[in-house]
């Protein structure tokens, strides 16, 4: 069979870097980042974004946006990644850009991949750059900036949070991969099932650049058939993302995972082991059951039993570490314990509760005797030490507005029995 590349007369570009969107018009998911009046948006419209960081996990569109806000920008910009570049190569792109600025007015874009591997000294380096527009830096990560960063460089950020793409968008992007004659494979005779397709957006787990690497694998490795056509069926495409055909359809895949959950707030520890089996051998990673049994550990079990949340994450670590099949052993042992342990969903209502507030009736009037004293007062309101009245003492936390909010009301099951007679010696 002749190279595919050779056949479409391209270089040997991957897949993922020849479809990287050009536009915002062509840039796939993060609505909340990039959508009709969003933020980004509107200032690229008056040419004003100013620095960011962009953050989350790998082949969701951090770089690629941050090309895009380059070009609509029309500024110079250069690129550069965190792990390879050090102190004197950031020095080079700053005075090359001071000399820019001085000559036309223009502030250029340093794009600075992986910025949570700058050290304190290389990010204090293009500090005062920023704080002149001489640099407008824009830095993605797939880490927290706030906890992995230095704060002086994200506090002059705005900071955006990316999400895994989902499974909609990254098909769209897959068939707009098939179809596109100038970047993609629409010069040739595809034949893609919709399962497959299906089966790739599935299985990337919400990593487009991941989708598009099996794509290419699958239309690479696959003959020609006697049609003259590639067909690439859910076979293939499982083959090529690395995850297992799952033997049922994605409706039944949904709904077992709906019933393993319902089973484990139900208590039902026979049916929970049942669905979490049937998902494993219908070809279900077993990780997503261990992120599901993690997460109803907190939501349906919560505060009546916290051993129930640490005893998930032990079964994650199991499965990760050990792989399968001994790693299922402790992961049933996780779905036994939350099965069999009091229920209690008082986390929950206490989140959303105080998510509520936080959102729709914030008071930022921090009582006095709570605030940071740390400069010359000559008499702070006294703030009662819990450890000078043996470990607890009744005194004002919440601002004055919400004063009287309560958010965690225990529930009369399991550990929370306690926590009740506690609050109400507390009171």
Same mark, same amino acid.
């Given at each position: 069979?002749?190279?595919?590349?050779?056949?479409?007369?391209?270089?040997?570009?991957?897949?993922?870097?020849?479809?990287?969107?050009?536009?915002?018009?062509?840039?796939?998911?993060?609505?909340?980042?990039?959508?009709?009046?969003?933020?980004?948006?509107?200032?690229?419209?008056?040419?004003?974004?100013?620095?960011?960081?962009?953050?989350?996990?790998?082949?969701?569109?951090?770089?690629?946006?941050?090309?895009?806000?380059?070009?609509?920008?029309?500024?110079?910009?250069?690129?550069?990644?965190?792990?390879?570049?050090?102190?004197?190569?950031?020095?080079?792109?700053?005075?090359?850009?001071?000399?820019?600025?001085?000559?036309?007015?223009?502030?250029?874009?340093?794009?600075?991949?992986?910025?949570?591997?700058?050290?304190?000294?290389?990010?204090?380096?293009?500090?005062?750059?920023?704080?002149?527009?001489?640099?407008?830096?824009?830095?993605?990560?797939?880490?927290?900036?706030?906890?992995?960063?230095?704060?002086?460089?994200?506090?002059?950020?705005?900071?955006?949070?990316?999400?895994?793409?989902?499974?909609?968008?990254?098909? %769209?992007? $897959? #068939?707009? @991969?098939?179809? !596109?004659?100038?970047?993609?494979?629409? =010069? /040739?005779?595809?034949?893609?099932?919709? *399962?497959?397709?299906?089966?790739?957006?599935?299985?990337?787990?919400?990593?487009?650049?991941?989708?598009?690497?099996?794509?290419?694998?699958?239309?690479?490795?696959?003959?020609?058939?006697?049609?003259?056509?590639?067909?690439?069926?859910?076979?293939?495409?499982?083959?090529?993302?690395?995850?297992?055909?799952?033997?049922?359809?994605?409706?039944?895949?949904?709904?077992?995972?709906?019933?393993?959950?319902?089973?484990?707030?139900?208590?039902?520890?026979?049916?929970?082991?049942?669905?979490? %089996?049937? $998902? #494993?051998? @219908?070809?279900? !990673?077993?990780?997503?059951?261990?992120? =599901? /049994?993690?997460?109803?550990?907190?939501? *349906?079990?919560?505060?009546?039993?916290?051993?129930?949340?640490?005893?998930?994450?032990?079964?994650?670590?199991?499965?990760?570490?050990?792989?399968?099949?001994?790693?299922?052993?402790?992961?049933?042992?996780?779905?036994?314990?939350?099965?069999?342990?009091?229920?209690?969903?008082?986390?929950?209502?206490?989140?959303?509760?105080?998510?509520?507030?936080?959102?729709?009736?914030?008071?930022?009037?921090?009582?006095?005797?709570?605030?940071?004293?740390?400069?010359?007062?000559?008499?702070?309101?006294?703030?009662?030490?819990?450890?000078?009245?043996?470990?607890?003492?009744?005194?004002?936390? /919440?601002?004055?507005?919400?004063?009287?909010?309560?958010?965690?009301?225990?529930?009369?099951?399991?550990?929370?029995?306690?926590?009740?007679?506690?609050?109400?010696?507390?009171?």
């Amino acid at each position: 069979m002749a190279n595919i590349n050779e056949e479409m007369n391209i270089d040997f570009t991957p897949l993922a870097e020849r479809m990287r969107a050009r536009s915002l018009d062509e840039f796939v998911g993060q609505k909340h980042i990039v959508g009709k009046d969003s933020l980004v948006r509107r200032a690229l419209m008056v040419n004003r974004l100013g620095s960011c960081i962009f953050y989350g996990p790998p082949g969701v569109g951090k770089t690629t946006l941050a090309y895009i806000i380059a070009d609509s920008l029309k500024l110079e910009y250069k690129k550069l990644n965190a792990v390879s570049s050090g102190v004197a190569e950031a020095k080079k792109v700053i005075d090359n850009a001071r000399t820019h600025f001085e000559l036309t007015g223009k502030s250029t874009i340093l794009i600075l991949d992986e910025c949570h591997r700058w050290n304190k000294a290389q990010s204090d380096s293009v500090l005062e750059a920023v704080e002149r527009g001489y640099i407008t830096f824009i830095g993605t990560t797939t880490e927290n900036p706030h906890i992995s960063m230095t704060p002086a460089i994200v506090s002059r950020c705005r900071v955006f949070k990316f999400l895994p793409l989902e499974v909609d968008d990254i098909k %769209e992007a $897959l #068939i707009r @991969a098939v179809k !596109d004659r100038e970047r993609g494979y629409g =010069r /040739l005779n595809i034949k893609i099932d919709s *399962d497959a397709i299906s089966h790739l957006a599935m299985f990337s787990n919400g990593d487009l650049r991941s989708a598009y690497n099996a794509l290419e694998l699958a239309v690479t490795t696959t003959p020609v058939s006697k049609d003259n056509a590639i067909h690439i069926d859910k076979l293939v495409a499982s083959q090529c993302i690395q995850q297992p055909v799952i033997s049922v359809d994605e409706n039944l895949y949904y709904d077992m995972l709906s019933a393993f959950c319902k089973s484990l707030r139900g208590s039902d520890t026979d049916a929970a082991l049942y669905y979490a %089996e049937r $998902l #494993i051998k @219908a070809g279900c !990673d077993p990780l997503l059951i261990c992120r =599901r /049994l993690i997460a109803h550990a907190s939501e *349906d079990v919560g505060m009546a039993d916290s051993n129930a949340a640490l005893l998930a994450m032990v079964a994650m670590n199991a499965v990760k570490n050990l792989g399968m099949p001994e790693g299922n052993i402790p992961l049933a042992h996780a779905i036994i314990y939350v099965c069999e342990a009091e229920k209690s969903n008082s986390v929950v209502v206490a989140l959303n509760k105080a998510k509520y507030d936080a959102e729709y009736n914030p008071d930022d009037n921090v009582p006095e005797h709570l605030k940071n004293y740390h400069y010359d007062v000559k008499n702070p309101p006294k703030y009662k030490y819990p450890h000078d009245f043996g470990g607890y003492v009744k005194q004002q936390y /919440l601002p004055d507005k919400l004063k009287d909010r309560i958010y965690y009301t225990p529930s009369n099951n399991g550990r929370e029995r306690g926590m009740i007679r506690k609050k109400e010696r507390n009171k």
